[in-house]
């Protein structure tokens, strides 16, 4: 029964890659998350006096914990259950770069502020027990190989039902994905990480806890805008968004974000999006996934220092055609600059010295607050993440132990607090000789918790999954000592 090899690669595995946005640690080599594992049949033996840990779910958060598990408590038996690819979820993550951490967070307060739902409760102890620091520090300390833990592996399996005995361990019902064959495993801890799908609700439901429906989150925006469509491709290095809702009456801070953003063949995306949509998730979903986009394309700029530079444009270059000078100080592309020009009704032939004042004012405030109808979510179900799931009042984030069930824990690989599940989505777009593919995942959670992108969601997975797992094999650590 051993995973004898969970991290293959060079030693030194590990460099700092610097999104637009956020510094987030990956792996080097795509090859790290690659398993080498010894799949076993489960045969338990009523009569051992060692306890058993089932992990449910094979991904980041439960690895994590199982290890940490094992290591703490080594007499420990821990089977985990994965009814696909184990980790396949961490490799596609960051294109391939095996996305860890994020390292831009060092107060982990901050870092808390991340999560649209959770950052209240993450306040706490939470990151303070294992934060983005201890996570690096551990998968540097074990260089990019990992050994001498064993436990077993079970692959292709998932667990159908699971009730709870007179005497207080788990029943637990595994199917093979291609038998009828049900066999039932006794555990005495049981540890959900299974965000691949809607199993860990369903187990939780089984054990006592409520659910938060869940809706999606971390999506991009359909734009109705053919013109805007012929710009996919275009990168904003930084904008400012507001996202407004007629069903939403109040001022809410956290619905105005800054970032960069790209335009899709659909619409609008990058991570000044997705971020929007975390924080709007459940108003959107409320709101029909329509609203009124407002955009600053140039927010370092004040809109009368804007309105200047036009003017002293048109002077300088006043017998140069419109569309072939646009002042150096907006950093947008000649593309875009010809969409402003169409959108306001103006043709870029004329030269800058026919155009009124009042054409560049109008170019001016569109630059500083266009509107967009938002219409929907991308259109390819590209949703990264979605939020509800086990509320965080269900759930001793000191030790990720259920306050209804004892003995039962969670964790979850994008701590939103919920489980992930990634489906990759490439879209290429050729730009100026360069090919720029963007990469969407889709994360399903299983704890009322997650994060923007930028490696906010597996640094949940990793603390919840550590916590976990320390939790699990203290407690069985104290049990075996007891019985001797």
């Known amino acids: 029964m051993a995973m004898r090899q969970c991290f293959t690669g060079q030693a030194n595995g590990f460099f700092v890659g610097f999104s637009s946005v956020f510094p987030i640690f990956h792996c080097r080599s795509t090859k790290l998350w690659k398993k080498s594992f010894t799949t076993h049949v489960i045969c338990h033996d009523t009569k051992s006096k060692e306890e058993l840990l089932v992990v449910v779910g094979g991904g980041a958060a439960g690895v994590y914990g199982a290890i940490h598990a094992k290591t703490v408590a080594p007499h420990l038996r821990v089977v985990v259950i994965e009814k696909g690819k184990p980790l396949s979820k961490v490799k596609v993550s ?285 259109q390819f179900k590209d949703e990264f993440v979605t939020a509800g799931g086990v509320p965080l009042s269900e759930i001793s984030l000191n030790t990720m132990e259920s306050k209804v069930c004892p003995r039962l824990f969670f964790a979850g690989e994008v701590y939103q607090i919920y489980k992930i599940v990634f489906i990759s989505i490439f879209e290429e777009v050729e730009l100026e000789n360069v090919t720029c593919r963007t990469i969407h995942t889709t994360v399903v959670c299983i704890l009322n918790v997650d994060g923007v992108t930028g490696g906010f969601n597996f640094q949940n997975a990793w603390s919840g999954g550590f916590i976990a797992g320390t939790t699990i094999g203290g407690l069985a650590l104290e049990s075996c000592i007891g019985l001797k």
């Open 94 to 378: 960051g294109g391939g770069r095996c996305n860890v951490t994020n390292g831009h967070c060092v107060d982990n307060m901050i870092l808390a502020e991340n999560y649209p739902r959770g950052h209240k409760e993450l306040r706490g102890s939470f990151f303070n027990i294992h934060g983005p620091a201890d996570t690096m520090s551990w998968f540097t300390s074990h260089g990019v190989e990992l050994k001498g833990i064993s436990f077993s592996l079970q692959t292709r399996k998932a667990v159908a039902a699971i009730s709870i005995l007179s005497g207080g361990k788990f029943l637990l019902e595994i199917q093979q994905h291609t038998s009828v064959h049900v066999e039932r495993v006794e555990a005495d801890y049981l540890l959900i990480a299974s965000g691949s799908s809607r199993q860990g609700y369903t187990l939780a439901s089984q054990l006592g806890h409520s659910i938060v429906d869940p809706v999606p989150s971390l999506f991009t925006f359909k734009i109705e805008d053919l013109c805007l469509r012929e710009l996919s491709g275009v990168t904003f290095p930084k904008v400012k968004v507001r996202l407004k809702l007629d069903s939403v009456q109040r001022n809410i801070p956290k619905l105005t974000q800054v970032g960069p953003m790209l335009v899709t063949h659909w619409g609008l995306s990058g991570p000044v999006i997705l971020r929007l949509s975390a924080w709007g998730a459940r108003f959107l979903f409320s709101s029909s996934y329509k609203g009124k986009l407002f955009v600053d394309f140039i927010p370092d700029l004040h809109v009368e220092t804007l309105k200047s530079i036009l003017s002293h444009h048109k002077l300088q270059y006043a017998k140069q055609k419109v569309l072939n000078s646009c002042p150096p100080e907006f950093g947008i592309t000649k593309r875009f600059w010809s969409y402003v020009l169409e959108r306001q009704g103006l043709s870029g032939d004329i030269l800058w010295a026919s155009m009124s004042n009042s054409s560049l004012m109008s170019i001016g405030s569109l630059l500083k607050d266009c509107i967009f109808e938002v219409t929907g979510k991308g």
